[in-house]
């Protein structure tokens, strides 16, 4: 199993609906292909990590960095998985620049109260890695 960490700007600012229609894409495509991980946003930059099947990711990977939505895609970790460090997210989402992003299908607070002790008490390297990101890259509340 394969886990991809990238970042990325986007070419022009996202509305709440341009992220809800990534977020429901996303989260279809990667039911569907055996995929799962995190997406946030903030100030027009993304962070997101990919975890599945190695060949499936590498091919979503590449579909992604050719989005003319964003640019600059620079992968930031790339590792090899025993087993999957957010099997329950098909796409866990933060969206760091208001609140907007509690109202979209799906929303899973990655970064909330409930989110953050998940991530303060991670067992695993990506989720240890996302936290790791939330004091690197996100503003503190």
Request: glycine fraction near 8%; proline fraction near 4%.
């Amino acid at each position: 199993m394969l886990s991809i960490a990238y970042t990325s700007s986007a070419t022009e600012p996202m509305s709440e609906d341009d992220i809800a229609a990534i977020l429901l894409k996303s989260r279809a495509n990667n039911r569907r292909f055996d995929i799962t991980g995190a997406l946030m946003y903030r100030g027009q930059r993304f962070v997101q990590i990919l975890e599945g099947p190695d060949e499936i990711v590498r091919e979503r990977f590449a579909l992604i960095a050719e989005d003319s939505r964003h640019k600059s895609v620079q992968t930031i970790r790339e590792m090899r998985l025993i087993e999957r460090q957010f099997p329950e997210w098909t796409m866990g989402f933060r969206e760091v620049d208001s609140s907007a992003g509690t109202q979209l299908p799906g929303y899973e607070d990655i970064m909330g109260r409930r989110g953050a002790e998940r991530i303060k008490h991670a067992d695993n390297e990506g989720q240890q890695f996302l936290e790791w990101l939330g004091e690197y890259w996100l503003p503190r509340a």
